[in-house]
């Protein structure tokens, strides 16, 4: 019924103005240490193809396909990524199939398990974490992520290639009066048809 002052402040911290504690529900996304907003893929959640992103990766779950970001990748204890890795910092926890390629710094501790080839500027291991690769370190590390831009302008070069007129031909084989093949070409793809 009566409250101390320092608890309202406390709560009041904790909540949105005008919410109950009964609707309260915490952000999706936290901005990381650096202030940018760090991408959850939580536990439980399956991601079969490639993700490619800007910011930070935190994986619990697990991701099949090739790991892409121009900021940091963190795969947590429960977090299971089954393909390569390409990132500017990395911390693993979990468990990594498929070669880890870092710009930066790489940092794998706990019972983190890595099963493929590491190249990275800076490696850092914990004597719990069991490594089955090759680990190779350069003074430089170049990422082959593509900006936005360059996506757009090479996307855009290859459509009016992909789209030039080819006149259609069709090629006639010697046999055609045996019931042969009739070969043609439309667009530039050579077709085989029946006559």
Known sequence: MFARKEDENEMNTYMSPGSSTSNYAPP?????????????????TLIN???QCDSEVRIDGEVKGTVRSRSKVMIGPEGFVDGDVECVQAEVLGHVK??????????????????GDVLTTHFEMEPS???????????????TLQSKREEKTSSASAVPAAKSPVSDKTISSPDKAHGEKENKVT?????????
Not at 129 to 143: A, I, S, Y
């Open 49 to 51: 193809g490639d993700l």
């Open 187 to 195: 667009n530039g793809i050579f077709q085989k048809q029946a006559v």
């Open 98 to 115: 498929g070669s880890l390629k870092v710009q930066d710094h790489l940092y794998l501790r706990g019972n983190a398990k890595m099963d």
């Open 28 to 44: 999706v996304s936290t901005p990381s240490a650096s202030g940018k907003e760090v991408n959850l893929i939580s536990k439980g």
């Open 129 to 143: 974490v069991r490594f089955n690769g090759k680990c190779t370190m350069q003074d430089k590390v170049e990422l």
